[in-house]
Structures are given as structure tokens and as C-alpha cells.
């Protein structure tokens, strides 16, 4: 098994420094802007962007935690039962412009189930995306407003986002599983593996 780092701590500052002076420049009324980290580790880079829009701009968005889970297309398919965590958006979503933070992009299989949530909540007048990693390999026709880095991976390969709030600390690794790599040529592989995550995000 080889792991590869391609984001440091720094890398991930940075990063975040510049989706949050995206936001400001994509959201002139930042009075009706809510981050919405979809748990578990869009929750903490919400937290970390209205930090930084609040240094840049003297401005308190407020940052809210959504749980997706029982709105996934493939519940009824698993072994065991998601465990439902709290949803807590601290003001009504209605006529609001919402940004959705997640950690990683894949098959935009969780973000259509987050959005089903938010709607659920209220209606709100636009919904943006924000992630710090896009992969690929998408089987819906989601596309994020905001990427902090576009990493091409094979399907076999794990997208691992370390936070220091969930892991204890901050990086982001590629991990290639060479057994997987390894039985391509037997059969297609149709999932993919992130640190923490459901494979079909």
C-alpha cells in the first residue's frame, strides 16, 4: 500500500483562504449567506471559511451542520444502518443563499442527498457547493461552484482528508490499495474508498 501526501497543513490554509475570498466575491449580500458543512468533515472547513470571511471581511456568516444520511438512494442496500447525527442550521434557510462544504467530491451521490435535506428544511434561493478535493468520477450531474484542488484518481484508490477537529491533524493523502489495483483486469471496480466516508460520495 502506497500513501502519498499531496496537501500539507499550509496547503490547506491556503486553500481555504482562497474559496473563502471566492465566496465573498461570488455573495455580494453576505447578510444572507449560510456555510452548511455536511457532516462529518464538511462541518469543520465550514467552521474554518466563515472564520476567514469573518477576518476578511468583519462579517459573521453563520455555519450550520447538516446530516445527510437518511436521504442516501442506497440505505436500504446496507449491511447496517446509518447512524443519524444532528442536524443543526441555526436560522431559517428560507430565501437564503446556502453554500454546501463537503470534504470530498465524487460521485455527487451525497451532495443530491444533502441538497434533498436542505430543501426539506425551507427553500432556499440558491444552493452552492464548495469542496476541498474533487476526484472525479461523477454519476450525477453535480458540478462544485468552489474546488480547492482537482486530484484525478483511478477508482481504487482512497482520498484521505485528515482534519485536526476529526484526526488530529491536517493533510490530504491519496492511497493506492495495490490488491485492488491488481484485480482490474479481473473485473471492473465500481467503488471507490475514502477515509471516514461512504464510498458512493
Do not use: C, W
Not at 12 to 19: D, F, K, M, W
Not at 40 to 61: C, H, M, S, W, Y
Not at 127 to 148: C, S, T
Amino acid at each position: 500500500m502506497a500513501r502519498n501526501i499531496v496537501m500539507t497543513r499550509e496547503d490547506i490554509r491556503r486553500t481555504l483562504a482562497r474559496i473563502a475570498h471566492e465566496i465573498i466575491e461570488q455573495n455580494k449580500s453576505l447578510d444572507q449567506l449560510i456555510l452548511v458543512g455536511m457532516r462529518t468533515r464538511g462541518v469543520p472547513l465550514a467552521k474554518r471559511l466563515a472564520a476567514n470571511i469573518q477576518k476578511f471581511e468583519n462579517i459573521d456568516v453563520p455555519v450550520g451542520a447538516l446530516d445527510f444520511r437518511l436521504y442516501r438512494d442506497d440505505i436500504s442496500n446496507l449491511e447496517k444502518q446509518p447512524v443519524v447525527q444532528h442536524t443543526d442550521i441555526p436560522t431559517s434557510v428560507d430565501e437564503k443563499s446556502i453554500v454546501l462544504v463537503d470534504d470530498v467530491l465524487y460521485t455527487g451521490r451525497s451532495t443530491r442527498a444533502a441538497m434533498d435535506a436542505l430543501i426539506d428544511l425551507g427553500r432556499p434561493r440558491q444552493i452552492q457547493l464548495a469542496v476541498l478535493i474533487d476526484r472525479g468520477h461523477r454519476e450525477m450531474p453535480i458540478r462544485p461552484d468552489y474546488i480547492g484542488k482537482n486530484i484525478p484518481s483511478a477508482r481504487h484508490e482512497e482520498i484521505q482528508v485528515h482534519l485536526t477537529e476529526t484526526d488530529g491533524a491536517d493533510e490530504v493523502a491519496i492511497v493506492h490499495h495495490e490488491s485492488n489495483a491488481n484485480n482490474n483486469h479481473l473485473q471492473p471496480v465500481t467503488t471507490g474508498k475514502r477515509s471516514g466516508h461512504d464510498a458512493s460520495k
